[in-house]
């Protein structure tokens, strides 16, 4: 639009060179002139003007005197003598571009001769005749006309970086608006919370004494665990006086979270055991799936070929949530997994909140036993009364809010498409994003499954899995606290990691018959554990009282909290590892290097410690109302509780045993029998493969200690 400029700025005691083009002008973006300066010195350093301040931007105040097209067919302009300052010589090297002349004529007809030929000119009068003129008063005169187009044009660059400025101030102004109208409605649906939670504060039965004032009526602060005592306390009293003071003290008040989207359309089970193998291998023809049909053809991955060579057909993988055309569940999708749609404002559903929790308040044990039907009535009828008083903030907080909808989850649009989304394909978290969902074509993910299965770390089992469900929970019956309801077998799911193109695949054990079991031997490792580490640091302690040198016998690190608290002072390098296939390769047999062997070792290091310090070498696990595990050490001699679970020395081996020798998987109506490493997925998994790594790193610094290598034992130390 604009062509190329030139510039010839005036700056004391400085020369210019100018060449440059601007760029076209953006909405939102200020337009500004890169001007090359060439100092006296023959430095060059890079600036910025800005025609809204007409400043070099770094400090320097400049004036842009001459703007014009240049002539691309010749060199670039040098100016070495700063042009309208009188006491400069007339002489100079460059020659001034072409330009209208005074008479208005055009600047091809005005055109001197070449710049070598001094500082003399050709010029061409009203009159048609030409005259020889002094450079300088020609150049002052040229001056002054692009000065003046120059400021001309630099008011209407100011006048559309104004206009822009102020479409971005008012797009900026509704933005702020909308944000103000968010926040307004956290701060409301903060108070709405805070009567949920709080509903049966004191300040239901009136003013009581002076400490009440000192409540933390801050909203956020219903976000912490509150004891019930102070909730109901005020009501108690005022029904039943002060002897009621104690009763709550052990109940707690929380909250619970509707369901996430995650759970609403990720459906590993649906894809991986709730269908008929026989049917679906009989139905699938890699060449006419239909996961890219139509529009979906956009969503189709190469990696697809690189995963399942064998087949070469293309399958759908992405993270584009495109592939739904319901623009409300895109939405959703795209605020991640762990997403909790909006609820709308419902008063009944408030009240019915509170009912349920009065209902479980008032029959713990301690008020079922003080409080007659006709006392616990009254406290209801208390507590309803103030509650529905308080409905008035909620009908405040809609009518201010009443532009902020819930979102559509549950509505038959939105239902629907989910039932589509989850029948043609699996959607599944990402790695390193797992919020992120990634949506995979339901036939490529199951053939892909089925080679992992058929591969050398997995055996078939002849058994159905009702078969193999119901012998497996009639021994888990040995080890654990489980009822005789039926619990179903462990099935894939699997994570998709983008950056390599390829699955991370996980045993989902929760709700299955593993479960329980699971839970069990995660809680005796734990425990042993911390006699484990005891014994590292007194065997620590013995080297370096003798030889001076403090080994490390304990390498597994449980979260970054203790990293960071033992991390050194100064760190001059770090390096980082990733063992691939970390849990896989784990042998389970009965072999030395075995995992069954390490769980040996183990637990023979942890008696031994206890042994030496106590008689207590039986570990006692309670169970909870709430199914919780509470493991203590005992003594073996101690009497025996039939509601406890017991383990000794072989016991605790034999529950690790049991479990890691009965890895079964279930896809379609067919099991499979993990035969070579561990399962990812059970609660203990991470535990056996710190387990695995300890009994070697415990004998590398034994022998290490043994041999006396201690400029190596330093830099194990080092670099760990």
């Not at 005169?141 to 008011?155: F, G, H, N, V």
């Not at 209902?359 to 006392?375: A, F, M, N, P, V």
């Not at 790594?693 to 034992?713: A, N, T």
């Amino acid at each position: 639009m604009f062509g190329h400029l030139w510039l010839v700025c005036l700056l004391e005691a400085v020369t210019w060179e100018t060449h440059c083009t601007p760029p076209k002008l953006v909405a939102g973006m200020a337009w500004a002139v890169h001007i090359r300066c060439r100092w006296e010195a023959g430095s060059a350093s890079l600036l910025t003007y800005s025609p809204r301040s007409r400043r070099l931007i770094g400090g320097a105040q400049c004036t842009v005197i001459a703007l014009g097209p240049r002539n691309p067919a010749r060199a670039s302009m040098t100016c070495d003598q700063t042009l309208g300052s009188e006491d400069l010589p007339g002489a100079g090297e460059g020659t001034p571009p072409s330009g209208r002349s005074g008479s208005g004529k055009s600047g091809s007809e005005a055109r001197g001769t070449d710049g070598s030929e001094g500082p003399t000119k050709m010029r061409r009068t009203s009159s048609g005749k030409t005259r020889m003129d002094d450079a300088r008063t020609g150049g002052l005169t040229l001056a002054r006309a692009m000065e003046e187009s120059t400021r001309s044009y630099c008011d209407g660059l100011d006048k559309a970086a104004s206009t822009l400025a102020k479409a971005t101030t008012d797009v900026g102004t509704a933005m702020a608006a909308k944000i103000g109208d968010m926040a307004e409605a956290i701060r409301g649906g903060n108070t709405v919370l805070n009567m949920l939670v709080g509903v049966l504060v004191r300040r239901y039965v009136g003013s009581t004494g002076g400490d009440d004032n000192d409540e933390d009526t801050n909203p956020s602060s219903i976000f912490r665990r509150r004891s019930s005592s102070r909730e109901v306390g005020g009501t108690n009293s005022l029904v039943m006086g002060e002897r009621s003071t104690t009763w709550l003290e052990d109940v707690i008040i929380g909250w619970r979270y509707d369901e996430a989207l995650g759970a609403k359309v990720c459906k590993p089970g649906r894809v991986f055991r709730k269908f008929r193998m026989n049917e679906w291998e009989a139905g699938y023809v890699p060449e006419f799936c239909q996961c890219g049909a139509g529009r979906h053809a956009e969503f189709l991955n190469t990696a697809t070929i690189k995963m399942l060579p064998e087949e070469g057909t293309l399958h759908v993988i992405t993270n584009d949530t495109g592939v739904t055309n319901n623009g409300q569940l895109q939405l959703m999708l795209n605020a991640g997994l762990n997403h909790i749609p909006l609820r709308s404002l419902d008063e009944e559903f408030v009240m019915d909140e509170v009912e349920v929790a009065l209902d479980k308040i008032l029959t713990t044990q301690r008020c079922d036993e003080e409080l007659s039907k006709g006392e616990a009535r009254q406290v209801k009828a208390i507590v309803r009364e103030n509650a529905r008083k308080s409905i008035s903030l909620i009908r405040s907080f809609r009518t201010k809010h009443m532009h902020i909808s819930g979102e559509p989850i549950n509505s038959v649009a939105v239902r629907g498409e989910i039932e589509w989304l989850t029948s043609r394909y699996l959607v599944c978290p990402t790695d390193k994003a797992s919020h992120t969902p990634t949506i995979i074509c339901i036939n490529f993910i199951r053939r892909l499954a089925l080679q992992r299965l058929s591969g050398p770390e997995f055996t078939p089992v002849p058994d159905t899995p009702e078969q193999a469900a119901a012998r497996l929970m009639q021994k888990a019956a040995a080890f654990t606290h489980v009822g005789h309801e039926a619990l179903p077998l462990p099935h894939l799911m699997t994570v998709y990691k983008a950056h390599k193109q390829s699955f991370r695949w996980i045993t989902n054990t929760t709700g299955s018959v593993f479960s329980p079991v699971a839970d069990v031997c995660e809680c005796l490792l734990k425990l042993l554990a911390g006699d484990v580490q005891a014994l590292c640091t007194s065997k620590s302690e013995e080297v370096r009282a003798d030889h001076g040198v403090k080994p490390n016998f304990w390498w597994p690190i449980s979260s970054i909290g203790e990293f960071v608290a033992n991390i050194p002072r100064r760190i001059y390098s770090i390096f980082t590892g990733d063992i691939t296939r970390c849990f896989e390769p784990i042998p389970t047999d009965e072999s030395k290097d075995g995992l069954l062997k390490a769980i040996s070792f183990f637990v023979s290091c942890t008696m031994e410690w206890r042994r030496a310090m106590t008689t207590r070498d039986v570990i006692a696990i309670s169970v909870a109302a709430n199914d919780t595990l509470h493991p203590y050490w005992v003594a073996g001699d101690q009497e025996r509780d039939r509601g406890r679970l017991y383990f000794d020395e072989q016991g605790i081996i034999d529950e690790c045993e049991w479990l890691v020798s009965n890895g079964v998987v279930q896809m379609g109506n067919r099991v499979w029998k993990q035969i070579l490493g561990i399962p990812m997925g059970l609660a203990c998994s991470p535990i056996f493969c710190d387990v695995y790594f300890f009994k070697y790193e415990y004998g590398l610094i034994s022998h290490l200690v043994k041999m006396q290598d201690w400029m190596l034992r330093r830099h194990l130390q080092i670099y760990r």
